[in-house]
């Protein structure tokens, strides 16, 4: 090793308990940073899970209105054949869209149905989890819709509604009764089974693929693919560009934590520039010496560098280590938010927040520790090599 | 054949700000010392031996004069170029407190062949020849702060001279050194001059270390008194 900066190592190895202190302090900083940050990639992430979860995964292929017959045979084979695009794609949800009249005795209102493959639905949507009455989907035939649409009509699981278009009116069972606490999911939204679609008049349709990927997958990549296999006629768009209101929750919340790290990272530099300017003035005697034998300024603010980045370096990687251990362990049990999110529709389906650590969110405090460490060493170097000898010799 | 003079200082001048006036620490001096000399530098304190010295380490820039070195002109340099005509003409002795507590004994006295890039074979041989002449070899691997006063002092002294300088300047290398420890460090300054040609110029306040210097150099108030 060059010997200035085993010398620099041996300075620090010297001065035990400084170093020590200096470097946990960093160390803490870095590791609140990664913990933070992972509760924050955590809170992105179930917001994005929640908003995804209902409205269109994370990424969705959306087709034209055409005949509802048309929109079967074309779901089903992509039903088929998305899965085996690209091995990130977790599940694809078929999902088809159209306008009803939903009228009980005298009352009436309107509904979005979507028709859904109930089984597959299950596993993505939170809205089986939330059922008030009934069943979601205890069989094929009935229709799900929200607590709020319920109350408006005065019916209950077992009822009969009937649901008009355009074309024709035709009866069906109430199934089941979700409450979400979104207004608009609870009064605008009905299920069926895709497999009742054909039995009801349901003329035109929106249809639409939700796609669902694992977790950090790359979903412009996926999106691409998906494309290859679309027709003229459809869309395929990611999930922030179909909620364009949650993509950007999600940037302010990246942006605040950002300046989150900012200010650990400039107390932090103020910190080392601290701990490195005491240990220089302690040791100005030395360095007189050093530049008495030949020693050129130039050097010394090397060594005091090199000590500046050895503490940085190790105190960031003992940081990082921290960091993502309390954050492995937390994300075991999660952290129950419903406290500060019981009225935030984001939240309203799954309010437990999972720190993860994202790799931006553990390198980015580490390079900035380091950073900070080593520009916070500049002025010390600099104070090191600068004073006269004749003046540190006299204890001036 | 004439050989160029080691030292030679024309009407050299440095002073200091203190309080509201300055005080010449230097004062017009102009001397000149042969190749090979070994000088004492005498005179009470406050005379400007120190700031002499540290003029001619070119750790100090004179106010005004020429100092030139061998032959080389020094006072014009700046403190890289000064830094680097150190590591390859001077070694420097302090009163104490001059070693690396960082470093072994051995590397402290590797340090001047380290500035010089001398290869790692070498260092090792010439590390171990010193040493071993000055008995230090047993100190090799311990870290200065367990080494005596004396000691302490002797591996200074080698780690002055490793590299093997034209010019040992010493301030006072004695000072806190008891009478025993003094004459080794004495002895083996005088030694390693007679040997190599060194040319060592030592500021003294004590009889019983000037007196073992065949030529002195008295200061008084920054100007020279006799001996020139
Ligand atoms: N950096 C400085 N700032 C102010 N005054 C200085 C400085 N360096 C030296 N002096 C003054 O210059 C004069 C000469 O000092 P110098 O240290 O050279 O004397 P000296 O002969 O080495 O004394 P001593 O025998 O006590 O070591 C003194 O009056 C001292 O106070
Ligand atoms: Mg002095």
């Known amino acids: 090793m060059n010997f200035w900066l085993r010398f620099a190592l041996r300075s620090c190895l010297r001065r035990r308990r400084r170093t020590l202190i200096t470097l946990l302090g960093i160390a803490f900083g870095v590791a609140t940073m990664v913990v933070l940050g992972a509760v924050m990639v955590g809170v992105n992430d179930t917001m994005i899970k929640n908003a995804v979860a209902i409205h269109t995964g994370n990424v969705v292929l959306q087709g034209d209105s055409v005949p509802s017959a048309q929109a079967l045979t074309r779901v089903n084979k992509l039903a088929d054949s998305l899965p085996a695009v690209d091995d990130r794609i977790k599940t694809v949800l078929p999902r088809l869209h159209f306008p009803v009249l939903l009228t009980a005795d005298q009352r009436s209102l309107p509904l979005n149905i979507v028709a859904v493959t109930p089984k597959l639905e299950a596993l993505q949507t939170p809205i089986a989890g939330r059922m008030v009455s009934g069943k979601y989907f205890a069989d094929s035939q009935g ?37 979400l606490g979104v207004a608009g999911l609870d009064q605008g939204i009905g299920f069926i089974a895709l497999a009742r679609l054909p039995t009801l008049p349901a003329g035109s349709v929106n249809y639409e693929m939700a796609i669902f990927c694992s977790p950090g997958s790359d979903l412009r990549k996926v999106a691409a693919r998906v494309r290859d296999l679309s027709l003229p006629s459809e869309k395929v768009r990611l999930w922030d560009d179909v ?12 942006f605040s934590m950002l300046i989150m790290v900012a200010l ?19 040791r100005y005697r030395s360095f007189a010496v050093l530049k008495a034998i030949g020693v050129r300024p130039r050097e010394i603010f090397i060594v005091i560098m090199a000590e500046a980045f050895f503490m940085g370096l190790l105190a960031a990687v003992i940081g990082t280590i921290l960091g993502s251990l309390v954050t492995l362990i937390w994300s075991g049990f999660g952290l129950d938010l419903s406290h500060y999110t019981s009225s935030n ?18 390198l980015v405090p580490q390079a900035a520790a380091l950073g ?13 090599g600068r004073r006269s000898v004749n003046q540190v010799m006299r204890g001036l | 054949m004439i050989l160029t003079p080691a030292v030679q ?14 005080i010449m620490a230097i004062d017009n001096l102009t001397c000149t010392i042969a190749a090979g000399a070994q000088i004492a530098l005498i005179g009470p304190s406050g005379s400007g031996k120190t700031t002499l010295l540290s003029l001619l380490g070119a750790l100090e820039r004179p106010d005004s004069g020429k100092i030139a070195l061998f032959g080389e002109e020094i006072n014009g340099l700046n403190e890289a170029a000064a830094a680097v005509f150190r590591r390859q003409n001077i070694g420097f002795i302090f009163q104490d407190d001059a070693l690396m507590p960082e470093l072994t004994v051995a590397e402290n006295v590797t340090l001047p062949l380290i500035l010089i890039k001398t290869a790692a074979r070498e260092i090792k041989q010439r590390v171990g020849e010193i040493l071993t002449d000055l008995n230090l070899q047993q100190f090799s691997r311990s870290f200065p702060q367990s080494l005596s006063g004396g000691e302490k002092q002797r591996v200074a002294v080698a780690r002055a001279v490793i590299h093997q300088p034209k010019l040992l300047l010493a301030d006072e290398p004695t000072a806190n050194l008891d009478r025993r420890a003094a004459d080794k460090v004495l002895d083996t300054i005088a030694k390693l001059a007679a040997t190599s040609g060194l040319t060592v110029i030592m500021a003294t306040h004590d009889p019983r270390v000037y007196q073992r210097f065949p030529r002195k150099l008295e200061m008084c108030d920054g100007k020279l008194m006799c001996g020139c």
């Not at chain 1, 650990?264 to 302690?282: K, T």
Request: glycine share 8%; net charge positive.
């Open chain 1, 143 to 179: 229709l799900v819709l929200g607590a709020a649409a319920a109350d408006k009509l005065g019916i209950e699981v077992g009822d009969q509604v009937f649901l008009i278009t355009r074309a024709q009116r035709s009866a069906i069972k109430v199934s089941g009764i979700f409450s």
């Open chain 1, 243 to 254: 909620l364009p209101d949650v993509a950007q929750l999600v940037k302010l919340n990246e």
């Open chain 1, 264 to 282: 650990v990272v400039i107390i932090l530099g103020f910190g080392v520039a601290n701990a490195l300017l005491m240990s220089v003035m302690d």
């Open chain 1, 345 to 362: 529709p984001l939240f309203s389906v799954n309010s437990t927040v999972y720190p993860r650590l994202a790799p931006v969110m553990v």
């Open chain 1, 372 to 384: 900070a460490g080593i520009l916070a060493a500049v002025w010390p170097a600099l104070v090191a």
């Open chain 2, 9 to 22: 200082i024309e009407q050299v001048c440095r002073s200091y700000k203190s309080g509201a006036g300055r």
